[in-house]
C-alpha cells in the first residue's frame, strides 16, 4: 500500500484531515505534483486551474478550523470530465466547437459538490461530446492508460479513469451514456458507477443522448464511490427526468448490507468475441459469490442482440436533436469563411465537430427523417422496451447480474480504426442504459501482461444500496485496490 | 363560373405568464434586448427545459372555453429546424398529442342593420396546442441581430378547420377568439406586441365542388383588419388566376396591408423536414378530472353567451348588448349598475351613451373611472322619480364624471333639481291651466285622456321648465277628477 496521499481513498483522507494529519491545501498540493509529474505522459486533462482549485482547498482548511467541516469530501479534490459546467470554467466537450466556451452557471452536480466541501478540480479529457469507447475522439489528442501509456484508457469518460488510476484526483465524475463510466473504468482498474436513470441531476451535463445519459463517480473503491454518490444523487426541479426518491445514506448501507444474495449470470454476455482471460477473471469472481453462499443462476436477456442496433438508433437519434444548437450563432466556434447564414450554419459545424460526431447526426437525422421515424425510431423505442422488460423479469428471481464490463482489456491507441469496431466496446454495458439501470464496474483482477479487468454488477432501479454493498462485499476481499500503475 | 373560397386560420396567442415556458425567467415586451435571458432560454451546454404549470393552467382552459377535448395525457415534441430565432435550433411543441382536440369558435356575421343580431355560426377547431415562442431578429445594413427576449414565452397555436367560406367569416372568428382569450384571462392578444399573430389558408373551388383546392399560406396577417382585407384579396387573385386560365401552386405569402399586395415567400418544394420526436427532456403530463375541474370553474361566461343572457333578463335592445358584452369589465359595471338601480335599459343607456363618451374624450380606461356603477344607478333614480329632468341630468353626469361627486350632490350644487317640490305652488298652476282651457277639459271629460297633455306646457311655463313631470301629471289628474 502508498503513502503517497494521491493513491489514499476519500475515507482514508477524510480520517487524516479530520485528525488534522492532513490539510486539504497540502493534499490538493500534492494532486497538483503529481498531475504536473504524470501529465506529460497520461494526458487526462484538458484544462485545471491550479489557483482556483489551492483557493477552495484554502477555504475547506478554514472551515474545518473552524469545525465546519461538511463530511467526508470538504477538502477533497474532484476531477470533472469536461461535459459537466462549472462557473468560471472552460466547458469544451473536448470538441473545437466549444474549445473558448467557459461556463456562466454550475451543474446542479457542481452545485452539490461544492456544497459538500469538495476541491472542484480540472476539466478532464472525453471522446468528443462523449461519444467513442477509447477518447481518441477528443480535439485535444487522445489520453493514454496508465497501465500502458501506448494503449486507450476507455471511453468517453477516458480522461476521468485515467486521471483517478494515475493519481491526478482522488476521485472524477464521468457520464454513461452507453458504458461511458464502467468501461474506462475497467480498463483502467478503478471503480465506476453508473446510477439508476433519473437518480442523478443532468442539468449542466452537456446532452449527448437525453434519455441515456447519467452522471456517476469514477473512485479507488466502492465505498469512496457510495461517498460521492450520495453527495450528487437527489431529484432536482431543474431536470424533469430526475427522480423524486428518498437518498439512503449509501456510505452506511453498503457495510450494513449482507448477503448472501441471488445472483445472475446472463447467459447472453458470455458468448463469442469475449477475452478469455475476462471470461476467466469474471469466472473467479462469480466463484467468490459462489464460496460466500449466495446463489448463483444462469437467467437469459433474449434481446440482447438488438442492444446495439437499438442503442444506436436511439442515441444518435437524439445526439443529432441535442447537438444541433451548436451552431456558431450565440457562442462556440463560428467560420470566419461564411456567406450567408446557411453557409454560417455548414461551415461552422463541417469545421468544429469531429468526424464521429458528424456520423453519429448524420445517422441520427437519417432515422428521424420524415418517411424512416417509424421504422427506425418507434421501432427502436419499442424494442428499447423489451430490453428493459427482459431485465427487470430477471430480477424476480435474481438481487443482481454479473457480466464482464468489456469484452476486451485496454487497446493499442490508433488500434480500432473501424468505428463499428469500437461500437463493439460497449455490447456489455449498453443494455444497462437502455433499461435505465445502475450497473457498477468492479476491478477483479489483469491480464497476464498486466492490464486491469473489470466485472460489471448491474441492480435493479434505484437499489443502488444493495448494488454496492454486493460489489463492496467482494472488493474487501480482494486486493485489487491497492495495486497502483508503474508511472 | 362562381367559386366558393375555404378558408383556415392558424392562430398564435401568447400565453399571459409571469415566466417563460420552460424557466424562471420573466416574460416581457420592450425590454433591453437579450436581458430575458438564462442558460435555458439561450440553450447554452447542458441546459435543461421544465415545464411551467401555469402555461399548461392558461391553455386547458382556453380549450375548455372553447368547448375542446382535452387530452388525458400530453407530451412534448421537438420542431427541427435551423434559423437564428430559435436557440436550440429545435423548438419544443406538440406534434401527435396536442393537449385540446376539437372545440368550436361562436361567431356572428354582421346583421342587415347595425341594430339587428346577424346570423350566429359556430366555426370548428381542429386542435389547440401549446408550444414556445421564438426570438426576434432584426435586420441591419451590413447584419442581423437576434434579441431571444420573447423566445420561449408560451404560445397557443389555434388552428380550425378549413370551415370559413369569406373574409367577414374570418374577422368574426379571430375578433371572437380573441375575445375569449382575454376574457378567459389567457392573454391580452395585442397584435400590435406580437401576442396574437395569425396565419390563414385559402384556396378556391366552384360552388358544389366538394374536394378542396390548391391551398395558399398567407402570413404577416397582424391587424384583425389585415386578416380580413388580406384573405379577400386572396380570394380574389387566386380567381383571377383561374379565369385567366392558370394554376394556383401550393405556396406561402407575404401579405402587405399597407399596399394592399402579396407575393410569394416559398413554393412547396421548399417545405421542411421537421423531424419530430418525443422530447426526452419532459416528462409525459396527466391532466386530471380535479385538474380540469379546478380550472373549469373559473372559467368566465363567454361575450355570446352574456349577450343572450343581457337581452332574456335585461330585456336589453341588442345594439346595447353589443357595446357592453365584448369587454368584460364593461359588461361587470352594467350590471353591477343595473342590480342598483332596477332599470338596466336607462342604465346601458348611460354606460354606452356618456360614459364611454367621456371616456374617450379623456382619453382613459374603464378603470380610471371616477364614476362607478353607484353613480350610475344614482342618476338613474334621481331621473325615473323626476327629480331631475333629462337635461339637467345630463349636465349633471358631465360634472359627476369631472369630479366623482354624487349624482344628488350635484344636482343640489348646480340647482338642478326639478322644482317646485311643494305641490302648492304646482297645484295653483294646475288648477289656472284648467280654467284657461275648457276645451280640452272637455275633451277629457269625455274620455279623450291625452287631451291632458294640453295643460302642461303652460304649467312649465310657469313653473320656468323646474316641474316634476311625474308630480304635474298625477297633480292635473287629480283635479281633473274633482272638476
Not at chain 1, 435474481?398 to 464490463?405: E, G, M, Q, Y
Request: net charge neutral.
Amino acid at each position: 500500500m502508498t503513502s503517497e496521499p494521491f493513491y489514499q481513498t476519500i475515507a482514508q483522507l477524510a480520517a487524516a484531515l479530520d485528525a488534522k494529519r492532513l490539510s486539504s491545501v497540502d493534499l490538493t498540493k500534492a494532486v497538483i505534483a503529481r498531475t504536473k509529474a504524470v501529465e506529460g505522459r497520461v494526458h487526462a486533462f484538458n484544462s485545471f486551474d491550479e489557483t482556483d482549485a489551492l483557493a477552495q482547498a484554502s477555504s475547506s482548511d478554514a472551515r474545518r478550523a473552524a469545525g465546519q467541516a461538511r463530511g467526508a469530501l470538504d477538502g477533497i479534490p474532484i476531477g470533472f470530465k469536461d461535459v459537466i459546467a462549472v462557473t468560471g470554467q472552460p466547458l469544451t466537450a473536448s470538441s473545437k466547437m466549444l474549445a473558448n466556451f467557459v461556463s456562466p452557471y454550475d451543474a446542479t452536480v457542481t452545485t452539490k459538490l461544492k456544497n459538500a466541501g469538495a476541491v472542484v478540480w480540472g476539466r478532464l479529457n472525453m471522446d468528443e461530446f462523449a461519444m467513442g469507447s477509447s477518447t481518441e475522439n477528443s480535439a485535444n489528442g487522445p489520453t493514454s492508460n496508465p497501465w500502458d501509456l501506448t494503449r486507450v484508457p476507455g471511453g468517453s469518460s477516458g480522461g476521468s479513469a485515467a486521471a483517478l488510476a494515475a493519481g491526478e484526483a482522488i476521485a472524477t465524475l464521468g457520464s454513461d451514456t452507453g458504458g461511458s463510466i464502467r468501461q474506462p473504468a475497467a480498463l483502467c482498474g478503478v471503480v465506476g458507477l453508473k446510477p439508476t436513470y433519473g437518480l442523478v441531476s443532468r442539468f449542466g451535463l452537456i446532452a449527448f443522448a437525453s434519455s441515456l445519459d447519467q452522471i456517476g463517480p469514477f473512485a479507488r473503491t466502492v465505498e469512496d464511490a457510495a461517498i460521492v454518490l450520495g453527495a450528487i444523487a437527489g431529484y432536482d426541479e431543474r431536470d424533469s427526468t430526475s427522480f423524486q426518491t428518498e437518498i439512503p445514506d449509501y456510505r452506511v448501507d453498503l457495510k450494513q448490507r449482507q448477503g448472501p444474495w441471488k445472483l445472475g449470470i446472463p447467459k447472453e454476455y458470455f458468448g463469442e468475441g469475449l477475452d478469455p482471460e475476462i471470461a476467466a477473471a469474471v469466472e473467479r469472481t462469480i466463484a467468490f459469490y459462489k464460496g460466500q453462499g449466495c446463489e448463483i443462476k444462469e437467467v437469459s436477456l433474449p434481446h440482447t442482440q438488438y442492444c446495439l442496433d437499438t442503442y444506436y438508433v436511439i442515441a444518435t437519434a437524439e445526439a443529432s436533436s441535442n447537438l444541433a444548437r451548436y451552431d456558431g450563432i450565440r457562442y462556440g466556434h463560428r467560420s470566419q469563411n461564411a456567406s450567408d447564414i446557411v453557409d454560417l450554419y455548414f461551415k461552422s459545424r463541417a469545421e468544429g465537430f469531429g468526424a464521429e460526431v458528424k456520423r453519429r447526426i448524420i445517422l441520427g437525422t437519417y432515422v428521424l427523417s420524415s418517411g424512416y421515424y417509424d421504422a427506425y425510431y418507434l421501432r427502436a423505442q419499442k424494442v428499447r422496451t423489451l430490453i428493459r422488460n427482459d431485465f427487470l423479469a430477471t430480477f424476480r428471481d435474481v438481487d443482481a447480474l454479473i457480466t464482464p464490463t468489456s469484452p476486451m482489456p485496454a487497446f493499442k491507441i490508433g488500434e480500432k480504426a473501424d468505428p463499428l469496431a469500437l461500437y463493439l466496446c460497449d455490447i456489455y454495458t449498453i443494455g444497462v442504459n437502455l433499461a435505465g439501470l445502475p450497473g457498477i464496474s468492479v476491478p477483479c483482477g489483469f491480464t497476464k501482461s498486466g492490464l486491469p479487468i473489470g466485472a460489471q454488477l448491474i441492480g435493479q432501479p434505484f437499489r443502488e444500496s444493495e448494488l454496492l454493498a454486493i460489489a463492496h462485499a467482494y472488493e474487501q476481499a480482494h486486493d485489487w485496490k491497492n495495486k497502483f500503475p508503474a508511472l | 363560373m362562381n367559386y366558393e373560397a375555404v378558408i383556415g386560420l392558424e392562430v398564435h396567442v401568447q400565453v399571459k405568464t409571469r415566466s417563460k415556458i420552460f424557466t424562471r425567467v420573466s416574460t416581457g415586451y420592450g425590454y433591453e434586448p437579450n436581458t430575458l435571458t438564462d442558460p435555458v432560454v439561450l440553450a447554452l451546454p447542458g441546459a435543461l427545459p421544465v415545464m411551467n404549470k401555469a402555461a399548461l393552467d392558461a391553455i386547458i382552459k382556453a380549450g375548455l372555453l372553447l368547448g375542446c377535448e382535452i387530452a388525458p395525457v400530453c407530451k412534448w415534441d421537438r420542431k427541427q429546424y435551423f434559423y437564428p430565432d430559435s436557440p436550440k435550433n429545435y423548438q419544443i411543441s406538440q406534434y401527435d398529442q396536442p393537449i385540446c382536440l376539437g372545440g368550436t369558435v361562436e361567431i356572428e356575421l354582421p346583421g342587415s342593420a347595425r341594430n339587428v343580431m346577424g346570423e350566429h355560426k359556430k366555426i370548428p377547431l381542429t386542435r389547440i396546442h401549446l408550444e414556445e415562442d421564438v426570438g426576434k431578429l432584426n435586420h441591419g445594413a451590413n447584419d442581423s441581430l437576434v434579441d431571444y427576449n420573447r423566445a420561449g414565452t408560451p404560445l397557443m397555436e389555434i388552428v380550425s378547420d378549413p370551415a370559413m367560406h369569406t373574409a367577414e367569416e374570418a374577422y368574426a372568428y379571430l375578433t371572437s377568439l380573441r375575445a375569449t382569450m382575454i376574457y378567459g384571462g389567457i392573454s391580452d392578444c395585442d397584435m400590435e406586441k406580437g401576442q396574437l399573430r395569425c396565419d390563414a389558408n385559402i384556396s378556391i373551388r366552384p360552388v358544389g365542388e366538394t374536394k378542396l383546392g390548391v391551398k395558399v399560406e398567407l402570413k404577416n396577417l397582424n391587424s384583425i383588419s389585415y386578416v380580413r382585407d388580406g384573405i379577400a384579396h386572396e380570394i380574389k387573385r387566386q380567381i383571377g388566376v383561374l379565369e385567366r386560365g392558370g394554376i394556383i401552386v401550393q405556396e406561402t405569402r407575404d401579405y402587405d396591408g399597407m399596399t394592399g399586395t402579396s407575393q410569394s415567400l416559398r413554393s412547396k418544394e421548399m417545405a421542411h423536414d421537421y423531424r419530430y420526436f418525443p422530447d426526452p427532456d419532459l416528462m409525459p403530463v396527466k391532466v386530471d378530472e380535479a385538474w380540469k375541474d379546478k380550472l373549469r370553474a373559473e372559467c368566465p361566461e363567454l361575450p355570446f353567451d352574456k349577450q343572450r343572457r343581457f337581452l332574456a333578463d335585461y330585456q336589453l335592445p341588442y345594439t346595447l348588448t353589443s357595446a357592453l358584452v365584448w369587454d368584460h369589465a364593461l359588461a361587470d359595471y352594467f350590471e353591477a349598475a343595473a342590480k342598483l338601480s332596477g332599470k338596466p335599459q336607462a342604465t346601458g343607456n348611460w354606460i354606452v351613451n356618456d360614459l364611454l363618451r367621456e371616456l374617450g374624450a379623456a382619453k382613459l380606461g374603464l378603470a380610471d373611472s371616477r364614476v362607478a356603477p353607484a353613480h350610475i344607478a344614482a342618476l338613474v333614480k334621481l331621473v325615473d322619480s323626476g327629480t331631475v329632468l333629462t337635461n339637467a341630468a345630463k349636465e349633471i353626469f358631465v360634472e359627476m364624471f369631472a369630479t366623482g361627486d354624487q349624482p344628488d350632490a350635484v344636482a343640489e350644487r348646480k340647482g338642478l333639481n326639478a322644482a317646485p317640490t311643494d305641490s302648492n305652488g304646482l297645484e295653483q298652476w294646475c288648477r289656472d291651466a284648467i280654467a284657461a282651457n275648457p276645451k280640452a277639459l272637455a275633451e277629457f271629460k269625455s274620455g279623450k285622456d291625452s287631451a291632458i297633455n294640453a295643460f302642461k306646457g303652460p304649467i312649465m311655463k310657469a313653473a320656468k321648465g323646474k316641474a316634476n313631470p311625474k308630480l304635474v301629471d298625477e297633480t292635473l289628474r287629480k283635479l281633473l277628477a274633482s272638476s
